[in-house]
């Protein structure tokens, strides 16, 4: 993981900064967590602010200085967006290249050309796959909700069926597959092996996203029988069919980043010798920084320059992808911030502790924890990023594929039951027109389903690894 890790943020950090036993700890936890909750729901606060404002509030509660409560805060705010920052921004100009230059309509009308009926809701899903994994959660919406819309339209088909294989396509790719912002955070926190929490998330994701996507879709089907009403958006601007970027060349540059980190992480099983050439080039090209680094390279020239895009049309679109994820960067930062907050405060020791004393096995605690604050806060990121910092001194003596089913945990617990207090939630119930209640039987069941299947899953692998 490029950035600094959790021994440099430490090193940052004033060190533990109060001494208050386990009952007031647990206090000042629930305390800060609520106090985001609140912030977030009741008085709609941005989630930055309501982060910046809970760590503080987790400070006092405990017992802490406010200026040492203040120094571990921006200590982990500076060292997430030191480890991860370039990363998502790298995965914003991908995931701008792919949409502007016709690539990801490319993907689209030519899966969609080859699938007929039955074949339909595992075409979206698909599609939804292959496109989330350069691109965050909402701009996939964006993105593929049209092609939803229209697919269901005109073909006649279920809006449930057509929409619910894309949706949990986008979902599972979100909470765990880097390099969306939670996983990638996680794996920094618990020193994780990138390659190889990509290589079982995939294992995990396959399984996971075809029950909660084209087996789950007729029974939403069945609970909710809806038409496809009229994008409220309209559709970003179409690229002629002839100056798209080919299938194939979209393809392999979308999958580059992902087969480079691969590819690193089975040089580090086959080789493990910090010594050898081959490991040596597989650690600089399969690092997370330069592989996306050299996807969005590549990408300029096989979708921008194929879409025939200028210098100053490259530059601009670049340009405009940065300015999006300032906000994200912001609430991940915060969320840095608020698990350092936690790991010096020593909730996450006191977790540990306690932990000794339950039946519970780790991969379960740490995907409970999870569920709680994303029940809380609504926020999968937040979830992933606080449940991170509290679970961290689990992951001590854990092997490497142990640290990396433990960020799977993580991640498959963020994506619990998204309800009112999620922003995805409202967004799903407008673009499809469905009531409260629909959603919460279609969306909300969906994401139940990919986050104890994910679970499960996580436990199957943890059996046989």
Not at 112 to 137: E, N, T, Y
Request: with cysteine; aromatic share 6%; charged share 10%.
């Amino acid at each position: 993981m490029t950035g600094l890790s959790v021994e440099t943020l430490a090193a940052a950090a004033p060190g533990p900064i109060t001494s208050a036993g386990d009952a007031q700890l647990g206090v000042a936890v629930l305390a800060g967590i609520a106090v985001i909750v609140l912030l977030i729901t009741r008085l709609k606060m941005h989630a930055f602010l309501a982060l910046t404002v809970g760590s503080l509030a987790l400070g006092s509660f405990a017992g802490a200085p406010l200026n040492k409560t203040i120094a571990s805060f921006t200590a982990g705010l500076g060292a997430t967006v030191a480890g991860v920052g370039v990363l998502i921004a790298l995965g914003a100009v991908l995931g701008r290249l792919l949409a502007d230059s016709g690539g990801a309509d490319e993907i689209v009308d030519t899966i969609l050309a080859r699938a007929r009926g039955r074949a339909m809701p595992w075409a979206m899903v698909l599609i939804a796959s292959v496109i989330g994994l350069p691109l965050f959660f909402e701009v996939g919406i964006v993105l593929l909700i049209p092609v939803v819309l229209l697919v269901a339209r005109r073909g006649g088909y279920s809006l449930m069926r057509i929409g619910v294989p894309a949706l949990a396509g986008l979902s599972v790719m979100h909470g765990l597959i880097p390099p969306h912002p939670g996983p990638l955070v996680a794996v920094d926190a618990l020193h994780a092996n990138l390659g190889v929490t990509l290589a079982l998330g995939v294992l995990v994701a396959i399984p996971t996203v075809v029950i909660a996507g084209p087996l789950f879709s007729r029974y939403a089907a069945r609970w909710v029988d809806i038409p496809a009403p009229e994008p409220l958006a309209p559709e970003h601007p179409p690229v002629e069919a002839a100056h798209r970027p080919r299938f194939g060349a979209t393809v392999f540059t979308v999958l580059l980043p992902v087969a480079l980190m691969l590819v690193k992480a089975l040089v580090d099983i086959v080789v493990d010798d910090p010594a050898d050439p081959v490991q040596k080039v597989a650690d600089v090209v399969g690092s997370p920084l330069i592989a996306l680094l050299a996807a969005v390279l590549v990408g300029m020239f096989t979708l921008g320059r194929a879409a025939g895009f200028t210098r100053e049309r490259l530059s601009s679109t670049v340009e405009k992808s940065l300015a999006p994820i300032a906000g994200i960067l912001l609430i991940v930062g915060a969320g840095g911030g608020f698990k350092q907050t936690l790991i010096d405060a020593g909730v996450g020791q006191m977790i540990l502790d306690v932990s000794k004393d339950w039946s519970v096995p780790a991969l379960l605690l740490a995907w409970l924890i999870a569920v709680a604050i994303r029940l809380a806060t609504g926020s999968a990121t937040v979830a992933t990023i606080s449940a991170a910092g509290l679970v961290a001194p689990l992951a001590a003596g854990m092997s490497t594929t142990e640290t990396a089913l433990l960020v799977l945990a993580i991640g498959a617990g963020s994506l619990f039951f998204s309800h009112v207090n999620d922003a995805g939630f409202w967004l799903v119930k407008e673009y499809f027109g469905m009531s409260v209640g629909q959603t919460l039987k279609t969306w909300s069941v969906m994401e139940t389903v990919i986050s104890v299947c994910g679970l499960g899953f996580v436990l199957l692998l943890s059996l046989v690894l």
